[in-house]
């Protein structure tokens, strides 16, 4: 079963950080794009970040420029998103995809596999 399973969520204070992990199974992740999404209650996905197959190209949406960092190591078939300076506004279900390109964009429709997300709460 080809899957992408979120981890590293949780409660944490406005200025603290957190790092999400992205697991990939039953495929090699490595020759494709990956990126984060984040969704709140009654809203569509929003882009946050994302990467090239081999580590390069990212790209960050402008709310999180500066303070989030992805990325990946290809021989755990594993991606991050390290999240420093954390605000309220950041608190969502954070999502990863993968794309069928070696490097993709920020709209969600180029992805085509995602995880169920984990959750981040950002207490102010």
């Known amino acids: 079963q080809v899957q992408l399973v979120e981890s590293g969520g949780g409660l944490v204070q406005a200025g603290g950080s957190l790092r999400l992990s992205c697991a990939g199974s039953?495929?090699?992740?490595?020759?494709?794009?990956m990126a984060w999404f984040r969704q709140t209650p009654g809203k569509d996905r929003d882009f946050v970040a994302t990467?090239?197959?081999?580590?390069?190209?990212?790209y960050y949406a402008d709310s999180v420029k500066g303070r989030f960092t992805i990325s990946r190591d290809n021989a755990k078939n594993t991606l991050y998103l390290q999240m420093n300076s954390l605000k309220p506004e950041d608190t969502a279900v954070y999502r990863c995809?993968?794309?069928?390109?070696?490097?993709?964009?920020?709209?969600?429709?180029?992805?085509?596999?995602w995880g169920q997300g984990t959750q981040v709460t950002v207490s102010s």
């Open positions: 039953g495929r090699n992740f490595s020759h494709y794009a």
């Open positions: 995809a993968s794309a069928p390109t070696v490097v993709a964009g920020y709209g969600f429709s180029q992805y085509e596999l």
């Open positions: 990467i090239g197959w081999d580590g390069g190209h990212p």
